[in-house]
């Protein structure tokens, strides 16, 4: 695996992670929208990538 993505892993969140209803995983995807998800994945994963990129 290369080092990039090495680094990129590590900002992906983690599936075992309880929720704060106590279920396991990251959220309810039957409940969320296309706009959710897409907010969701930019504020989480490519905020973060952009920020380290910038170091």
Known sequence: MSTILK?????????????????????DIMGATKEEGKKLFFDKVVNKLVNLIRL
């Open 7 to 27: 680094i990129a892993m590590l900002y992906m969140p983690d599936t075992h992670e309880l929720t704060s209803s106590g279920v396991y995983g990251i959220g």
